[in-house]
């Protein structure tokens, strides 16, 4: 019996339901996430919650926005300098629409974003798929080597940060729990731990030879060859520029966003560092960071004097002001990319 074309077949449709759970996977995460920042909230925090929301000067998030979307035209321009290294010579125009409609797409499914922008550019530009493939995983290499340098710079330029975080958060607490133990429960900790280790030992052991470890070290691979690729570019010193550029750009969106509240307009360059590493990583964990860059952003600031409240309003309008202007441009680009290929081609 021949099967109706109009029908998905059996691989789309098991494809379909491994999207869809995945999305709620992330979603209901992100959920969990925000109700865990709201849960413990005392009615009088709530009410200073909204009154920093209140005086919010909201008029800021319009030189934010502007920062933001030339964050957003200098990845395109990178992106397109990676792609002309290898030959091919897409418009700015395109490349930029793909990138915002790539981010769009990340806010429902994470990594839909660059099925996306590959798809866009094979179509009209008639670039091929694996080539922009191979430039996205180069691209995905020297985000994640700036990121942990990142890191390493916010640390190393913030030890006394660090080191208080970590006394007075960490060590002071467990030295407390640990005191009040007996002998009995010190045994039966240390025995949890011993057998906790050797668990992980053996898991560690029986992981290096599965499915996902393989995976593991192929996009360990990718990385470093997108890496390797980048220093064979003729224009590698423009490409090193922009990417610089774009973390530049990032940061400014993020310090520009300290002076819509009062209380967090005292920070300065250190802060917006770490914020701007640490929030990283909740832009990954979620799609678009929902849930987690907020409550990421929330346990940074009062390391830096930032009452809870005022923590809590500016994670959100910061997160919010992104995922507007991603919506807001990616939308656009949607719009306008059939458009204005179409009088392209005229």
């Not at 990340?106 to 191979?134: M, Q, T, W």
């Not at 180069?138 to 660090?162: C, K, N, P």
Request: overall charge positive; proline content about 4%.
């Amino acid at each position: 019996m021949q099967q109706n074309p109009n029908y998905p077949t059996g691989n789309s449709f098991l494809g379909f339901i491994k999207k869809a759970l995945r999305l709620l996977v992330f979603l209901g995460l992100g959920l969990l996430l925000i109700w865990l920042a709201l849960k413990d909230l005392e009615p009088g925090q709530k009410a200073a919650i909204v009154e920093s929301f209140k005086a919010a000067n909201y008029w800021l998030i319009l030189p934010a926005f502007v920062i933001g979307f030339f964050s957003h035209w200098v990845r395109a321009i990178r992106w397109r300098l990676l792609m002309r290294s290898l030959g091919y010579n897409p418009t700015l125009w395109n490349t930029f629409f793909a990138v915002m409609i790539g981010y769009l797409a990340n806010l429902a499914v994470p990594r839909l974003g660059e099925v996306a922008r590959c798809g866009i550019l094979a179509r009209y530009e008639k670039l091929p798929a694996d080539k922009l493939v191979g430039t996205i995983i180069a691209e995905r290499a020297v985000d994640l080597l700036s990121l942990i340098l990142l890191f390493a710079i916010t640390i190393l330029s913030q030890v006394d940060v660090v080191y208080n975080f970590l006394e007075t958060d960490i060590l002071i607490p467990l030295q407390a729990k640990i005191a009040a133990m007996d002998a009995k429960h010190l045994m039966i900790l240390a025995g949890i731990a011993i057998a906790f280790v050797l668990i992980l030992i053996y898991l560690g052991r029986k992981f290096a030879k599965s499915a996902a470890a393989i995976k593991i070290k192929e996009i360990i691979r990718n990385v470093w060859d997108g890496i390797i690729a980048i220093g064979k570019m003729p224009n590698k010193g423009w490409f090193i520029f922009h990417s610089i550029f774009i973390w530049f750009l990032y940061f400014g969106m993020m310090y520009v966003g300290f002076f819509t509240l009062g209380e967090t307009s005292h920070l300065g360059v250190k802060a917006g560092m770490a914020l701007l590493a640490f929030g990283s990583i909740g832009m990954i964990v979620t799609p678009g960071g929902i849930g987690a860059y907020p409550l990421i952003i929330q346990k940074i600031m009062p390391l830096y004097k930032v009452p809870a409240a005022a923590a809590y309003a500016f994670s959100w309008i910061i997160w919010g002001a992104q995922t507007l202007l991603i919506l807001i441009l990616g939308l656009f680009s949607l719009i306008i990319l059939p458009i204005y290929n179409r009088n392209r081609l005229k």
